[in-house]
């Protein structure tokens, strides 16, 4: 199934309120007392629950932990999948035909009525949006393994239910800078002044990371860095001005920006988009965005900005600043 975060599907049902697992008017069948079973009570890779009939006296909803994977990250979650049995009777002396009290799944307890046992049960199995809110954007899978059993331990029937979840968060595409995690970024270029040589330059990396919304598998990103300083650039492509306004040449500072992806370093031409492609096979970091609750994979696509060295004699002294905007677009096609 496919769904975006920004409507989550109403949940999903395994089985249906009150399907009918069996049934047959003769009690000596053992159909009042099936239950489930998981493999494990102690690993949620196929389901964690009781391996064995429990017998309680319990009226409650099932909490089942299964395991899922994100595949393109490796990401493990666990989540609940919720359900309970409702026994049906034979006949109409204690109840209409259905008991009142909702069983956990693995018991095989059912109220006592003399002269109309137990003698079908019926299961709910569900996962509730509020658990599926818990997977971020990505490809997910999961298999749960239940087997049914009677009333002596023997195994009935086998219940596996595969997962194949592709989740979608668009409304939370993102660039992502860590080093200004809240704040629209301030960077300062780390000009330096050469006493010796007389020049002003410097280097300033600026770590930044992209988060598409699906987990880091779209077919390219498409990214944009223009100078949004309100004058012409210099040659290099963006500038830096002096804070008189100014625009004569010795009130600007030209600087150029690469950005380093899948190993390789390429020049950013002002305005100009760069499709970054083998995304779906790029390095992963795990960051918490802003406004988001759970950690997300984004891709990392450093930044360097670099103002090549020039004589102090031929600037003008005082603060310089200039602004930039960082575009990411996403392919047409989506899942």
Known sequence: MNFDRSLLPGGIRLLAERTLLAYDGDPAQGFGQLHFTCNSSQNPATGQCPTADTGENGSYVSRIQLQFTELRSGMVTSLAVEGYLERADSGLVCHNYWQFDRRPLWTSYSTPCPRTP???????????????????????????????????????????????????DYDAVSIYFPEFPQTTPNVDLNLSYDPLAQTVGGRKPLDMCLYDGLGSQSEYLGLTVTDTSGRPPGPLGYSLWHDDGGSSDDQRLDYMIELEHAGVRRRMANGVEEQLRGIDTAKLRLVLLPGMTQPVFCVPTPLLLTTPRVPITEQRAGGYEGQLKVELRLPTTRP
Do not use: C, P, Y
Request: a positive charge.
């Open 118 to 168: 137990a003698s079908g049960t019926a299961a709910s199995l569900f996962i509730s949006d509020a658990e599926l809110s818990r997977l971020v954007a990505g490809r997910w899978v999961g298999r749960l393994e239940l087997t049914l059993r009677s009333s002596a331990a023997s195994r009935v029937a086998s219940f596996d239910f595969n997962f194949q979840i592709t989740i979608t």
